[in-house]
């Protein structure tokens, strides 16, 4: 009988621990608090070159820049970042999540150089997919981050990587 008993608990106690673990963890109310904690001091920026899912290459920018690059981001949803792809200076706007707080949407203008040297205008952090937010880091990709594409659809993104100084 003992064993009877512990034959029909033990696929019920199974069940129960596979449905307590695949619960989808939703809260995500720290997610502010991690990003606006201290200052992020740019570590690297990389392009990710691909064609449909394939990498090709990667290229890291800003390798020689000397200035400290830092991107700060306050409570109130206001947001600064200074020196921007190593232009000494600072550029201001706000800062929001998306609703499922994988996108960060900053919307502060800035001077960019371009293929061939040209100056442009724009704003680098509009729609921002976020890799990574923790305690140390933020990985923020940028450029051709649709999820949708074809095997032969070519795809620059930009990785910028920070750290807590």
Not at 20 to 45: E, F, G, I, M, R
Not at 103 to 125: E, H, I, S, W
Not at 144 to 155: E, G, H, K
């Amino acid at each position: 009988m003992k064993f009877k008993l512990s034959l029909l608990l033990f696929p019920a106690l199974i069940l129960i621990v596979f449905i307590t673990n695949s619960c989808k963890k939703t809260d995500q109310s720290y997610t502010p608090t991690l990003l606006t904690a201290s200052p992020w001091t740019l570590a690297s920026v990389e392009v990710h070159n691909y064609v449909g899912a394939t990498e090709n290459k990667v290229d890291t920018l800003n390798t020689k820049c000397l200035l400290k690059q830092i991107f700060t981001f306050s409570s109130d949803n206001t947001c600064n970042y200074q020196n921007f792809i190593c232009r000494a200076g600072s550029n201001s706007g706000n800062w929001q999540f998306s609703d499922d707080k994988l996108t960060l949407m900053a919307n502060f203008t800035a001077k960019d150089t371009v293929l061939g040297g040209r100056d442009t205008t724009d704003m680098p952090f509009k729609n921002a997919r976020i890799a990574n937010l923790g305690s140390y880091s933020l990985i923020l990709e940028t450029g051709d981050i649709n999820t949708y594409y074809t095997s032969s659809t070519v795809r620059h993104i930009k990785r910028w990587a920070f750290i807590h100084q």
